[in-house]
Nanobody, 126 residues
Framework: VQLQASGGGLVQPGGSLRLSCAVS????????VGWFRQAPGKDREFVVA????????RYADSVKGRFTISRENAKKTVYLQMNTLKPEDTAVYYC????????????????????WGQGTQVTVSS
């Protein structure tokens, strides 16, 4: 299984970015894909995840109403649309996947994800 994250960049506060996570080697009809982020000097934190069968999602409170996760089955890609970005959203964003379809309560646990992408930098600054 390989994950390729892309779409990061520099954006002004209030702006938007869309991250992509291309997934290969994983049956896209089951499993869980999540986004995590890590800012300098801070621990990795959960952002959002989606269960591929049924599209059940879970969001961190800090991004609810601003970020949206979606998937495109034909391209085996999961997207993270980030709107109204704030400086505190600055971090390296990682996508992760696991073959198991986790319940929402388990989704924020990074240790449950077996596969990880390389990360993409998001910088929110004026």
């Amino acid at each position: 299984v390989q994950l390729q994250a892309s779409g990061g960049g520099l954006v002004q506060p209030g702006g938007s970015l869309r991250l992509s996570c291309a997934v290969s080697g994983l049956t896209f009809s089951s499993g869980t894909v999540g986004w995590f982020r890590q800012a300098p000097g801070k621990d990795r934190e959960f952002v959002v995840a989606i269960r591929l069968n049924g599209a059940i999602t879970r969001y961190a409170d800090s991004v609810k109403g601003r970020f949206t996760i979606s998937r495109e089955n034909a391209k085996k890609t999961v997207y993270l649309q980030m709107n109204t970005l704030k400086p505190e959203d600055t971090a390296v964003y990682y996508c992760a996947a696991d073959r198991s379809s986790w319940i929402t309560g388990a989704m924020p646990n990074a240790e449950r994800y077996e596969y990880w992408g390389q990360g993409t930098q998001v910088t929110v600054s004026s």
